[in-house]
C-alpha cells in the first residue's frame, strides 16, 4: 500500500520508485549502524531523529513513532488472498518492527483477513509498546471490489473476528473504515462507543470522512484519529488536515507517496531526491513528517528492501526552499 487503502485500492498498487541509488539492502544497514552520508550523500541534510518530534501520542497514551506502516500490500493480488511469497510477507512485517516501527495499520478487509492473520503469525507475542490499528465497514465480494457495510451488527462482528485473527483482548486503535452512506453515521459509531464501554476497544479512529463527519462522531465517542488519502498531489482533504493540527488528532495519510502521474519529468520532487541522492519516494516521505506535527504517514510494500528505503526518510531533512517548492506542486 503505497498509502493505505482507498475503495479502489488497486490504484495505489501502480505506484512507481525510482531506483534506490546504491542497493537498498546496504543502505538499511549502513542506515542502522549510524552511516547516513552512505544513504543520502555525503551533502545531504540529514538528522538522528525527525525534526524535532519524532513521536506522537495517540489518544494522549499511545506514543507511537510517527511513520509506521501500513500492511495492505503485504497480501495477495488485488489485495486478495495469500501472498505469492508468504514467509516474504513475514520477513517484512518482522523487519519492519526490527527498524523501529511501532505503529502497523491494518484491516480486516486486507485480503479479507489475510493480512491481520500475517501480522500475528509474524509479531505474536507482540513486543511491548507496538501499537496494532484495524478497521472495519468495508466488505470485500471479490478482487479489487470493496463495498461498504457500517450497520451495528456486522461492525460488532467484525471487531470480534479482528480481535481473534490478532490474538488480542484489546484493539489499541479500531478504525471506522469509511462512511456508509445507508447508515446513520451516529449508528455505525454508536456500535464502536459500545464496543468500546466492553473493554474491546482502547481508542476509536475514523478513515474517509470530512470535518462534519469527525465533529458528529465525536459528539458520540472520542476519536483520537482520522486516516484519508492525502500525498503531495492529492490534497483534497486539507481543510481535515489542519481540523486535526487544531484539535491533536492523528492524521494517517493513505496513498501517502502518491503516483506522480500528474508531474513533469523535471519536478522539485525529483530535483531535491537527486540533490540528496536519494530516491523520489523518500523526499515524499520526509515532505509528509515535516508538513505537519500530527502526520504519520503507513507507507507500505511487500519488499524489505522498499521498506528500508521508506524507514530510512525519516532521517532525511529537506532545506526551507525544497520544502516550499515542493509544497507549491499541489497549486
Given at each position: 500500500?503505497?498509502?493505505?487503502e482507498?475503495?479502489?485500492p488497486?490504484?495505489?498498487?501502480?505506484v512507481?520508485?525510482?531506483?534506490?541509488?546504491?542497493?537498498?539492502?546496504?543502505?538499511?544497514?549502513?542506515?542502522?549502524?549510524?552511516?547516513s552520508?552512505?544513504?543520502f550523500?555525503?551533502?545531504?541534510?540529514?538528522?538522528?531523529?525527525?525534526a524535532?518530534?519524532?513521536?506522537?501520542?495517540l489518544g494522549g497514551d499511545?506514543?507511537?513513532?510517527?511513520?509506521?506502516?501500513?500492511a495492505?500490500?503485504?497480501?495477495?493480488?488485488g489485495i486478495w488472498?495469500w501472498?505469492?511469497d508468504?514467509?516474504?510477507?513475514?520477513?517484512?512485517?518482522?523487519?519492519?518492527?526490527d527498524l523501529?516501527?511501532?505503529?502497523?495499520d491494518?484491516?480486516?478487509a486486507?485480503?479479507?483477513?489475510?493480512?491481520?492473520?500475517?501480522?500475528?503469525?509474524?509479531l505474536h507475542?507482540?513486543?511491548?509498546g507496538l501499537?496494532i490499528a484495524?478497521?472495519?465497514?468495508?466488505?470485500?465480494p471479490?478482487?479489487?471490489?470493496?463495498?461498504p457495510?457500517?450497520?451495528?451488527?456486522?461492525?460488532?462482528?467484525?471487531?470480534?473476528g479482528s480481535?481473534?485473527?490478532?490474538?488480542?483482548?484489546?484493539i489499541?486503535?479500531?478504525?471506522l473504515h469509511?462512511v456508509?452512506r445507508?447508515?446513520?453515521l451516529?449508528?455505525?459509531v454508536?456500535?464502536?462507543?459500545e464496543?468500546q464501554?466492553?473493554?474491546?476497544?482502547?481508542?476509536?479512529?475514523?478513515?474517509?470522512?470530512?470535518?462534519?463527519?469527525?465533529?458528529?462522531?465525536?459528539?458520540?465517542?472520542?476519536?483520537?484519529?482520522?486516516?484519508?488519502?492525502?500525498?503531495?498531489e492529492?490534497?483534497?482533504?486539507?481543510?481535515t488536515l489542519?481540523?486535526?493540527?487544531?484539535e491533536?488528532?492523528?492524521?494517517?495519510?493513505?496513498?501517502?507517496?502518491?503516483?506522480g502521474r500528474?508531474?513533469?519529468?523535471e519536478?522539485p520532487?525529483e530535483k531535491?531526491?537527486?540533490?540528496?541522492?536519494?530516491?523520489?519516494v523518500q523526499?515524499?516521505?520526509?515532505?509528509?513528517?515535516e508538513r505537519?506535527p500530527?502526520?504519520?504517514?503507513?507507507p507500505?510494500?511487500?519488499s524489505?528492501?522498499?521498506l528500508?528505503?521508506?524507514?530510512?526518510?525519516?532521517?532525511?531533512?529537506?532545506?526551507?526552499?525544497?520544502?516550499k517548492?515542493i509544497?507549491a506542486?499541489?497549486?
Open positions: 500500500m503505497a498509502g493505505d482507498s475503495l479502489k488497486e490504484q495505489a498498487l501502480g512507481t520508485r525510482r531506483q534506490f541509488l546504491g542497493t537498498a539492502v546496504a543502505s538499511g544497514a549502513a542506515l542502522l549502524v549510524g552511516k552520508d552512505v544513504i550523500g555525503a551533502d545531504s541534510t540529514t538528522a538522528s531523529k525527525m524535532s518530534n519524532p513521536t506522537f501520542a499511545l506514543t507511537v513513532n510517527r511513520l509506521g506502516f501500513g495492505m500490500r503485504i497480501t495477495g493480488e488472498g501472498p505469492p508468504r514467509q516474504n510477507a513475514l520477513k517484512v512485517l518482522r523487519r519492519a518492527v523501529g516501527v511501532n505503529l502497523i491494518t484491516a480486516d486486507y485480503g479479507p483477513d489475510t493480512s491481520e492473520l500475517l501480522i500475528a503469525e509474524a507475542p507482540y513486543p511491548k501499537v484495524t478497521k472495519g465497514g468495508l466488505t470485500r471479490g478482487p479489487r471490489d470493496w463495498v457495510n457500517c450497520r451495528p451488527e456486522h461492525l460488532k462482528q467484525a471487531l470480534e480481535l481473534k485473527r490478532l490474538r488480542l483482548d484489546r489499541d486503535l479500531y478504525q469509511t456508509d445507508k447508515v446513520p451516529e449508528a455505525s454508536g456500535a464502536l462507543k464496543m464501554d466492553a473493554g474491546k476497544i482502547r481508542h476509536v479512529g475514523l478513515s474517509n470522512v470530512s470535518v462534519d463527519e469527525i465533529e458528529r462522531a465525536r459528539k458520540i465517542v472520542p476519536v483520537v484519529s482520522v486516516q484519508n488519502r492525502y500525498n503531495i492529492d490534497r483534497k482533504t486539507e481543510k489542519a481540523y486535526c493540527e487544531k491533536k488528532l492523528g492524521f494517517l495519510p493513505w496513498f501517502p507517496i502518491g503516483g500528474g508531474l513533469k519529468p519536478n520532487l531535491a531526491a537527486k540533490d540528496h541522492g536519494v530516491s523520489a523526499v515524499a516521505i520526509a515532505w509528509l513528517l505537519s500530527v502526520m504519520l504517514p503507513i507500505g510494500t511487500s524489505v528492501p522498499h528500508e528505503e521508506n524507514i530510512a526518510a525519516a532521517k532525511l531533512i529537506l532545506t526551507p526552499e525544497e520544502w517548492a509544497d506542486l499541489a497549486s
